[in-house]
């Protein structure tokens, strides 16, 4: 199963986002800003661990087709 374009690039920008979140909470003056960009950190690791889950569905869904047509082995 190949990689799609677009995911890696979604990828990467939110992979940016949750370093930028991990900055935005290490300067933080205040509780608010630090506990948003812990959030942000957050949300943006939940969001690549799905893709990497979605990619994987997508291949197993894949490989039990070709099985179901009988050209697997």
Same mark, same amino acid.
């Given at each position: 199963?190949?990689?799609?374009?677009? &995911? @890696? @690039?979604?990828? @990467?920008?939110?992979?940016? /986002?949750?370093? /930028?979140? /991990?900055? !935005?909470?290490? +300067?933080?003056? &205040? &509780?608010?800003?630090?506990?948003?960009?812990?959030?942000? !950190?957050?949300? $943006?690791? $939940?969001?690549?661990?799905?893709?990497?889950?979605? +990619?994987?569905?997508?291949?197993?869904? !894949?490989?039990? !087709?070709?099985? $179901?047509?009988?050209?697997?082995?």
């Amino acid at each position: 199963m190949r990689i799609e374009t677009s &995911d @890696v @690039v979604i990828g @990467v920008m939110v992979v940016m /986002l949750g370093l /930028l979140g /991990l900055t !935005a909470a290490a +300067h933080a003056h &205040d &509780d608010e800003m630090y506990v948003f960009g812990l959030a942000l !950190a957050g949300f $943006a690791g $939940a969001f690549v661990i799905g893709q990497i889950r979605r +990619h994987y569905d997508r291949a197993e869904a !894949a490989r039990r !087709a070709l099985r $179901a047509e009988g050209t697997a082995p």
